[in-house]
């Protein structure tokens, strides 16, 4: 077990809806990371943050976006969502500032499926 | 632009068995990690080893050993006495210097070997 908690595990919705994907990093862990696995484009980063702050951008599109709350876990929202947005969402934490000495241990929760029928 | 590439799709060994997963890398830079994750059926990343590239001794941790040449740009992982629980896929992933600030934690996977162990 990692430490780091991502609900629900498995996710079915319809075209066009919207969904919340939630993220709880291990204790003490300021650094959220989210991380997206599908058949087509493989793993790739989306989005870092730290403290409640964006740190990072990666391949994520205009209709995803995330927030860090002030008990430091993490949502991924996805809307308008498509066939092609169905893959493996992973939430990883770190416990040091970006840049900082041990920043490279990340952790990963065991994700959340998403299909998008 | 940094990547990634594993040119194994699929990989088989017998039980008790040594094999090598290849990767491949491309970067421009001279410091930066290297790692192995681990992906069971359960879905779950598993950090296997790391490797930081300024460091010329190659990691171990215990049954997992890598071959790192930097100037090949190739970080082999070797699996000794392989165990039935060792089956899963396996992804190679660079992650960008430290002086990268914000972003270094933004890895960068190959597209993955899967491993499968015969009794």
């Known amino acids: 077990d990692s430490g780091v908690t991502q609900t629900p595990k498995h996710l079915i919705t319809a075209t066009g809806q919207r969904v919340t994907l939630r993220c709880s990093p291990r204790?003490?862990?300021?650094?959220v990371y989210w991380y997206q696995q599908s058949l087509d484009q493989g793993l790739q980063f989306l989005i870092q943050y730290y403290n409640g702050e964006e740190r990072a951008k990666g391949n994520i599109l205009e209709r995803f976006s995330a927030q860090q709350f002030p008990d430091l876990h993490s949502e991924l929202n996805l809307s308008s969502l498509e066939l092609g947005d169905s893959a493996l969402y992973f939430c990883a934490s770190s416990p040091l500032f970006p840049g900082g000495a041990g920043d490279e241990k990340l952790f990963f929760g065991s994700g959340t499926q998403l299909s998008v029928l | 632009a940094q990547t990634v590439t594993q040119s194994q799709p699929e990989m088989s060994v017998q039980e008790a068995e040594t094999v090598t997963l290849s990767c491949t890398y491309d970067t421009s830079e001279s410091d930066y990690y290297l790692f192995w994750y681990k992906q069971p059926p359960s879905r779950q990343m598993i950090l296997v080893i790391r490797q930081e590239a300024y460091k010329q001794q190659n990691a171990t941790e215990n049954r997992f050993s890598v071959n790192f040449q930097k100037a090949a740009k190739s970080f082999s992982l070797k699996i000794s006495d392989s165990q039935l629980g060792d089956a899963a896929m396996y992804f190679c992933a660079y992650r960008p210097p430290r002086y990268y600030g914000g972003a270094t934690n933004k890895l960068i996977f190959g597209t993955g070997t899967l491993l499968a162990v015969q009794p």
């Open positions: 204790s003490g862990d300021l650094s």
